[in-house]
């Protein structure tokens, strides 16, 4: 069963930081390009990063030069390093594995 869990997010005040975690199970991520998407409260679900297995990297507009994704093969696991975080950060975050799967989401809410 492949699942994808992810971790990290909570409240945290304008400026600050987050760093979210995705880890894969029942599939190897070593091959396939991740990503991370976020959906905020009556919006589309976007595009936030992706990294191909080849650690080339993409960025949304809003994501660039604030955001950063990594990837572990060996841990089976995707980072999404958040700085300078703004209100409109706040949404559910998801955790992709090529295009067919998707984790569960963790809520991130950028707020004083």
């Known amino acids: 069963q492949v699942q994808l869990v992810e971790s990290g997010g909570g409240l945290v005040q304008p400026g600050g930081s987050l760093k979210l975690s995705c880890v894969a199970s029942?599939?190897?991520?070593?091959?396939?390009?991740m990503g991370w998407y976020r959906q905020a409260p009556g919006k589309q679900r976007e595009l936030v990063a992706t990294i191909n297995s080849g650690e080339t990297t993409t960025f949304a507009d809003s994501a660039k030069g604030r955001f950063f994704i990594s990837r572990d093969n060996a841990k089976n696991t995707v980072y999404l390093q958040m700085n300078s975080l703004k209100p409109e950060d706040t949404a559910v975050y998801y955790c992709?594995?090529?295009?067919?799967?998707w984790g569960q989401g963790t809520q991130v809410t950028v707020s004083s």
């Open positions: 029942g599939i190897s991520i070593r091959l396939y390009s």
């Open positions: 992709r594995h090529s295009s067919r799967y």
